[in-house]
């Protein structure tokens, strides 16, 4: 196994990656259909007004660790590695946070407090993980959180929501 390194330009790289094993890593442990990583991507940008990506899954792993990979690009390039566990809703967010923030902050870090920020929103809307959760694991590992994560923030007006809504529940013999 690939044992990652500090990399001074990405100094939260490797203390994010503790907060996010520490909620247990279960957003890696299934594969979601492309469907549904499909509708996830499509919603994220659509509630940002940002371009969408386009999303492949690999057979070939480009690290033995890896569970995916953003390239920006026109057009971007999100990659899933089924085999380890990146077909995963929780792991195509922290691909589709990079995103989000190199269509806001082209020059931010990968893993810097912008890119944080917006993580932590996407989780918490499609619930990996509670907010407050989040922000608590972050202040032990020393991970900072920007603070403009909403649409709103970033002039984006009227966003679609992040989940769709939830289905009318009809009685049996109700007129719904």
Known sequence: MTVARFDSSDPQKLDLYRV?????????????????????????????GADYPNLRLARRLRHPDAAGDYSAGHPALITLYPANGGASVGCLLHEVAHHVTQWFYPDAQNHGPEFVGFLMYLYHHHRIIDRESFQRLCQKEGVYIGRRYRPSQHGVRGAPPLRPPKAKRVVPGSFA
Not at 28 to 45: A, F, G, I, M
């Open 20 to 48: 996010e094993a520490k909620f247990g890593g279960s957003y890696r442990d299934h594969n979601t259909p492309r469907r549904r990583l499909l509708e996830v991507l499509k919603r994220v940008c659509d509630h940002y």
